[in-house]
């Protein structure tokens, strides 16, 4: 059960400090490569080379691709995990290359790169932190971010130049503000005697008629993007997917949820009901609810709700790497877990409950198994003991 009030004060030490701090900062993310400017309407799609584009938030643009698992220790490549380290210091550019620089965060590893047969061309315009606005095009109400300009402005770039195939997606969860939700379950579970999935119910449903419209006039403005360029509705397709839940529910958790061990060690600070609900309920919720988009527009839908089961942060079927043990796609935990909460942060706060480098080939590997798929709505799941190569689709 929950810590009283006065034992949660007594042990508010330093480390959990900065693991508050972590939480205010935590943001919700997105990435992508190419920026540019609207392209003049063709009479006909390009006949070449193809093109596969990834648009939205931080869930597609590989936030957390640094990462394989997670551990403790601090120095060095953190018992292997952090694929920034160089042998003398830490260089993400590594792996995000020059979009760490702006915080859009796009991994070497991201979804759309851990799919290269889907296209000739593999072109992430996804940046952390996106919200439905920053898809849109300028002339709609479309908002630069990050220094570049409007997702749909520079896909029109991509699609005068490219023959685009197949477009994935990821948007809704900041609109929804589902950072907003970690930092307050976080905040309940260090400072308060209380919960957070009560009040964090409300506010989601408060905004979700409104997030829902956005994703929905940001499938819009791709295809008319994609008919200014010349294209027609059969010469490309549209996934929208949702997310997965980077938490297990209580049950699952491997750490108990007395004492501090969640928190200093797991990167999992959540008390069990919150939990649940997270696991069980608002991830489903929002999967939904996007789904529900996803038909209304008439485009793919690729559910990712349970794509991380059994691999989420704290889950009993993973563990962390150490000193002794080396990180692996079978053991390790497929999400980032809280940075911050360690003696020292290890990377940045913002690639804290993301898909990480293992989940982004999983990622890749459905996003390839959907390509293959003409019509339907699938859902993305893994098998237990095995790495990417063992993800499946089932039909929704």
Same mark, same amino acid.
């Given at each position: 059960?929950?810590?009283?009030?006065?034992?949660?004060?007594?042990?508010?030490?330093?480390?959990?400090?900065?693991?508050?701090?972590?939480?205010?900062?935590?943001?919700?993310?997105?990435?992508?490569?190419?920026?540019?400017?609207?392209?003049?309407?063709?009479?006909?799609?390009?006949?070449?080379?193809?093109?596969?584009?990834?648009?939205?938030?931080? %869930?597609?643009?590989?936030?957390?691709?640094?990462?394989?698992? #997670?551990?403790?220790?601090?120095?060095? #490549?953190?018992?292997?995990?952090?694929?920034?380290?160089?042998?003398?210091?830490?260089?993400?550019?590594?792996?995000?290359?020059?979009? %760490?620089?702006?915080?859009?965060?796009?991994?070497?590893?991201?979804?759309?790169?851990?799919?290269?047969?889907?296209?000739?061309?593999?072109?992430?315009?996804?940046?952390?932190?996106?919200?439905?606005?920053?898809?849109?095009?300028?002339? #709609?109400?479309?908002?630069?971010?990050?220094?570049?300009?409007?997702?749909?402005?520079?896909?029109?770039?991509?699609?005068?130049?490219?023959?685009?195939?197949?477009?994935?997606?990821s948007i809704g969860g900041n609109d929804l503000g589902f950072g907003d939700v970690i930092e307050t379950c976080v905040k309940d579970y260090l400072i308060w005697y209380s919960y957070c999935n009560d009040d964090q119910q409300s506010a989601v449903d408060a905004r979700m008629a409104g997030a829902m419209a956005g994703v929905g006039k940001a499938l819009d403005e791709i295809r008319a993007v994609m008919a200014g360029a010349g294209y027609a509705a059969g010469d490309y397709r549209i996934v929208l997917q949702s997310y997965p839940s980077p938490i297990p529910r209580a049950a699952e958790m491997r750490y108990p949820e007395s004492g501090w061990s969640r928190s200093d060690t797991g990167g999992c600070p959540f008390w069990d009901g919150d939990a649940t609900w997270a696991r069980?309920?608002?991830?489903?919720?929002?999967?939904?609810?996007?789904?529900?988009?996803?038909?209304?527009?008439?485009?793919?839908?690729?559910?990712?709700?349970?794509?991380?089961?059994?691999?989420?942060?704290?889950?009993?079927?993973?563990?962390?790497?150490?000193?002794?043990?080396?990180?692996?796609?079978?053991?390790?935990?497929?999400?980032?877990?809280?940075?911050?909460?360690? #003696?020292t942060s290890q990377g940045t706060v913002q690639e804290s409950m993301h898909p990480n480098y293992y989940a982004q080939l999983g990622l890749g590997r459905c996003l390839t198994l959907l390509f293959g798929k003409a019509s339907g709505d699938w859902a993305c799941r893994n098998t237990a003991g095995q790495d990417a190569n063992g993800m499946y689709l089932t039909a929704k």
């Open positions: 059960m929950p810590e009283s009030r006065s034992s949660i004060t007594r042990r508010t030490t330093s480390w959990s400090r900065r693991l508050f701090a972590a939480a205010l900062a935590l943001p919700l993310a997105a990435a992508g490569l190419v920026a540019g400017t609207a392209a003049p309407a063709r009479a006909a799609a390009p006949a070449g080379p193809t093109a596969s584009v990834a648009l939205g938030d931080s %869930y597609i643009s590989g936030e957390a691709g640094r990462w394989k698992g #997670n551990s403790v220790v601090t120095g060095g #490549n953190r018992a292997g995990t952090d694929r920034a380290w160089t042998g003398s210091a830490y260089d993400p550019s590594r792996v995000y290359g020059t979009t %760490y620089a702006s915080g859009c965060d796009r991994s070497d590893t991201a979804e759309v790169r851990s799919a290269p047969t889907v296209a000739q061309t593999q072109i992430n315009l996804a940046c952390s932190g996106a919200v439905t606005a920053n898809v849109f095009r300028a002339a #709609n109400g479309g908002q630069s971010l990050k220094g570049e300009a409007p997702q749909a402005d520079q896909l029109a770039a991509v699609a005068g130049q490219y023959n685009v195939k197949l477009i994935t997606l069980d309920s608002l991830v489903p919720q929002i999967s939904r609810s996007l789904a529900g988009v996803a038909a209304a527009k008439g485009v793919q839908f690729l559910d990712l709700s349970d794509m991380l089961q059994g691999r989420e942060v704290c889950s009993k079927a993973t563990r962390q790497a150490t000193s002794t043990t080396a990180p692996s796609a079978t053991t390790s935990e497929w999400a980032r877990f809280l940075d911050g909460g360690l #003696n």
